[in-house]
């Protein structure tokens, strides 16, 4: 039976979702706040989004193709009759978007976080749980299947797609049903935990660290020609350090680490000697342009969203976390900003206090 969704969020991720959706003939609403209703009036104007595609997969391949979307909207009570309601919005903002959807959510339904940080899930869990909801479904990929971007009249450009993610539930105990209502994403496989699949992608990684490594360049250039972040031999070396207390946790929580290196021959279908060599060949990655300061989503979404909490399990579990505070630090002393204050900390994840048992306990089983 042909699932109905709604998208939140037209940003780059929100077209290129609500294309692939569209081109597979299903029924889609994609609503944004009246504040991006920029966003939205192209895609009325036209009846729907132009996707040019660079790949083979994704529906109806390389090429032009027109996405029809029948129902945009700046109204969020939309999202009500959808099966799967996915939130392609900042993580930074979802605190916003959960207030707004929570009334409009129903038993049965399933959310889907892309991106979700690290732990989002148990961010709208923690919301849904004080409202007293108990039968909305919860889930999250381990990344935005999507590399590209959109242009102000409509049209998305799909450079790429992630060829497989970690898709992590929670409570882990509905998993069974929440990949029931994902067929149309044959790219998610299942994962031990929420938290195994929020650190599984690379973002973390490869965005804030370079971006901060290479600070002077960015100030005095950009924007410039950003082929595979300029990661050097030496950033690359610090990559693999942070990499390195990135997978001791996964490890620790009961997941199944994999190294940076192999992520990426898993998503893009490359491979080299080490992080180094395969990075350089992603071809999503050449071509791209520098941030053109530090306010943008690698820095500002991605160390509140993703390093904050994995520094903080990290520690909750007595695992080394230098290299990720340094880099909490050291974004937080560029930007003015207190990112291990206003971060997704343990205690707004909800489980500061727990022992590793119980934490456990907690990602398969919920409050249940």
């Not at 129902?71 to 707004?100: L, M, N, Y």
């Not at 590209?148 to 009249?153: K, L, P």
């Not at 990499?243 to 940076?260: M, Y």
């Amino acid at each position: 039976m042909s699932k109905s969704y709604a998208v939140i969020g037209a940003g780059n991720g929100g077209y290129a979702m609500a294309g692939e959706l569209a081109l597979l003939g299903r029924d889609i609403v994609l609503f944004d706040f009246p504040a991006f209703e920029d966003r939205l009036s192209p895609l009325r104007k036209a009846g729907g989004v132009r996707v040019d595609s660079r790949i083979d997969h994704f529906p109806g391949g390389r090429g032009e193709h027109f996405a029809p979307l029948p129902q945009i909207t700046t109204d969020i009570s939309g999202i009500a009759s959808a099966d799967v309601v996915i939130v392609v919005v900042p993580g930074q903002h979802h605190e916003k978007v959960i207030a707004a959807a929570l009334p409009h959510l129903r038993d049965g339904q399933l959310v889907l976080l892309n991106p979700g940080g690290v732990g989002g899930c148990l961010v709208w869990a923690s919301a849904l749980q004080k409202a007293g909801r108990s039968g909305v479904l919860l889930a999250q990929p381990a990344d935005l299947l999507y590399a590209g971007y959109r242009t102000n009249d409509g049209r998305v450009i799909v450079a790429d797609k992630k060829k497989q993610a970690v898709l992590g539930v929670f409570p882990n105990c509905d998993q069974a049903r929440v990949l029931s209502l994902l067929e149309d994403f044959p790219e998610f496989s299942p994962g031990t935990n929420v938290l195994e699949a929020g650190m599984g992608g690379p973002g973390m990684l490869v965005h804030p660290l370079p971006m901060i490594m290479n600070a002077v360049r960015i100030d005095r250039d950009a924007p410039y020609k950003y082929d595979a972040y300029d990661i050097t031999p030496s950033v690359a070396n610090a990559i693999d350090g942070l990499d390195r207390e990135r997978t001791a946790i996964i490890e620790a929580l009961g997941g199944r680490p994999v190294p940076i290196k192999d992520v990426l021959t898993a998503y893009y279908g490359v491979s080299g000697a080490d992080f180094y060599e395969t990075v350089r060949k992603v071809p999503a990655y050449l071509g791209a342009t520098a941030p053109a300061d530090f306010k943008h989503r690698y820095i500002a979404e991605e160390v509140p969203t993703q390093i904050v909490p994995t520094a903080g399990i990290g520690r909750a579990l007595g695992l080394e976390t230098r290299v990720l505070d340094s880099v909490t630090a050291l974004a937080g002393a560029i930007n003015g900003e207190d990112y291990e204050r206003s971060g997704w900390t343990v205690e707004r994840l909800g489980i500061a206090g727990l022992s590793r048992d119980a934490l456990l306990a907690f990602l398969e089983t919920g409050w249940r």
